[in-house]
């Protein structure tokens, strides 16, 4: 018997795209792309447009609250506990460029970050990156002891990112993830360099408080 000892545990879903004005949100989205390509009160390093922090101008993203909750609701649910738990929806992400090594994780007013979201609201395989995660277990960092083994093993196989110390997922628009709040990622530049549409993503963040 095979025991996941320390698992790190990612949920995938579709978010319908007609549940939402979605081509609204795009279209806002790469209209204020097109005139501001870098727009980041965040870091002084990654390179792209966002709301966070600042909503001025944004487009309207109240319509995405019934399908993100539906899919929040429906992870929730499988974690049992005595908690309370919230979520907001804290940045709209607007790039074809870098955006840095970052987590999610918080502490506030006895409210924890405990999971972070994506929605892949605008997204072309054949032009963007898919997010990429960085492997929490410290042994995959030694990389003269796993290199050999990484050559033998299937990497597309999410069984096997134990061995490596990044991995991304298989990701298509309309996808939404849902990850542990502690676990870095980020956003590498675009495949090419014509890349005619930004990738846009919807943030969320998902708060639990301890009873």
Request: overall charge negative.
């Amino acid at each position: 018997m095979i025991y996941n000892m320390f698992p790190t545990q990612i949920y995938k879903c579709k978010i319908d795209p007609g549940s939402y004005e979605k081509e609204s949100i795009i279209q806002r989205c790469t209209e204020n792309y097109a005139k501001e390509p870098y727009k980041n009160s965040w870091d002084d390093k990654s390179d792209l447009h966002h709301y966070y922090a600042d909503w001025m101008e944004a487009p309207d993203i109240k319509s995405l609250g019934e399908p993100y909750g539906k899919a929040i609701n429906d992870f929730m649910r499988e974690i049992k506990g005595n908690f309370n738990y919230r979520w907001k929806t804290i940045n709209l992400a607007v790039n074809t460029k870098y955006m840095a090594y970052h987590d999610h994780y918080y502490r506030k007013d006895g409210w924890q970050g405990m999971f972070g979201t994506c929605h892949y609201i605008s997204y072309d395989p054949d032009q963007h990156r898919p997010t990429k995660f960085i492997n929490p277990l410290i042994f995959s960092q030694y990389n003269y002891n796993t290199q050999d083994i990484g050559r033998v093993l299937d990497k597309s196989d999410p069984s096997n990112s134990t061995w490596y110390p990044e991995i991304t997922m298989d990701i298509e628009e309309d996808d939404m993830i849902i990850f542990p709040s502690y676990l870095k990622h980020v956003v590498e530049n675009g495949i090419n360099k014509q890349i005619t549409v930004p990738r846009i993503l919807g943030v969320a963040n998902i708060e639990w408080k301890i009873n």
